[in-house]
């Protein structure tokens, strides 16, 4: 079984108290206080993927969550690979994760989510 999306992976337990976070924490929620939350789940499902002894099929999201982990530094492969997830969880929950800035410009709570796992273990005062 192919497994294509974080439910999958996870599992609907899981995945459905992600979405019910979600509904309640973005529509009053801080874009920096939510994407690590979010950050947060996709390390979790990269766990789950690491714990888990299947060896994915290659056309899968447990297969490019491992190849990111093993090899991949390429932060653009890394939001390709990640960023539809994380919309999709966002569609999911049925909330907004396009927001406006008080300057009137554009950003998405899911592409800060994406840096935010791929810069988790980075940190500025090492």
Same mark, same amino acid.
């Given at each position: 079984? $192919? $497994? ?6 996870? #599992?609907?337990?899981? =995945?459905? +108290? %992600?979405?019910? &976070? ?5 529509? #009053? ?8 939350? +979010?950050?947060?789940?996709?390390? =979790? ?6 714990? *888990? ?9 447990? !297969?490019?969550?491992? $190849?990111?982990?093993?090899?991949? @530094? @390429? #932060?653009?492969? +890394? &939001? ?6 994380? /919309?999709?969880?966002?569609? @999911?929950?049925?909330? $907004? !994760?396009?927001? /406006?800035? *008080?300057? @009137?410009?554009? !950003? *998405?709570?899911?592409?800060?989510? +994406?840096?935010?796992?791929?810069? %988790?273990?980075? !940190?500025? %005062?090492?």
């Amino acid at each position: 079984m $192919k $497994k294509k999306t974080l439910a999958d992976v996870v #599992g609907k337990p899981t =995945y459905d +108290v %992600w979405i019910e &976070m979600l509904r309640k924490l973005v529509p #009053g929620g801080r874009t920096h206080r939510l994407a690590p939350i +979010v950050a947060g789940m996709l390390h =979790y499902t990269l766990n789950t993927v690491l714990k *888990s002894n299947d060896h994915p099929p290659k056309n899968s999201i447990a !297969y490019s969550l491992l $190849k990111i982990d093993e090899e991949c @530094d @390429d #932060g653009g492969v +890394v &939001m390709k690979t990640l960023l539809p997830l994380v /919309t999709q969880l966002f569609k @999911d929950a049925n909330v $907004k !994760y396009v927001r /406006t800035s *008080s300057h @009137d410009k554009r !950003y *998405s709570i899911a592409e800060t989510a +994406v840096h935010e796992f791929i810069n %988790w273990y980075n !940190y500025p %005062w090492e």
